[in-house]
């Protein structure tokens, strides 16, 4: 119900842009963030959005990050700008509907140096 694509390998300083879709139940209004994972690690808070309008970016990505939105696609999007190596990880997105917590099934992105 949650379709994260638009992952990839891309040289440090470039770009990507991830599209989180939702579809059956799911509402673009029910996704309510990005967040990654490497191995071993925890997975991290990226962005968060609540009620379309309250944002929060992790300080790692602020002002290189933007989450966006289409309606008519139901889909949420993550532009990431000057990409750097330590954004590599496995990209999910997150939905909440009905108490209950909702993931995509995450996308690789790598960033090389």
């Known amino acids: 119900q949650l379709q994260a694509s638009g992952g990839g390998l891309v040289q440090a300083g470039g770009s990507l842009r991830l599209s989180c879709a939702a579809s059956g139940t799911m509402s673009w209004t029910n996704i309510i963030g990005w967040f990654r994972q490497t191995p071993g690690k925890e997975r991290e808070l990226v962005v968060t959005?609540?009620?379309?309008?309250?944002?929060d970016y992790a300080d790692s990505v602020k002002g290189r990050f933007t989450i966006s939105r289409d309606v008519r696609k139901n889909t949420v999007f993550l532009q990431m700008n000057n990409l750097k190596p330590e954004d590599t990880a496995v990209y999910f997105c997150?939905?909440?509907?009905?108490?209950?917590?909702?993931w995509g099934q995450g996308t690789q992105v790598t960033v090389s140096s």
């Open positions: 959005i609540r009620n379309g309008a309250n944002i």
């Open positions: 997150k939905g909440f509907k009905f108490s209950r917590d909702y």
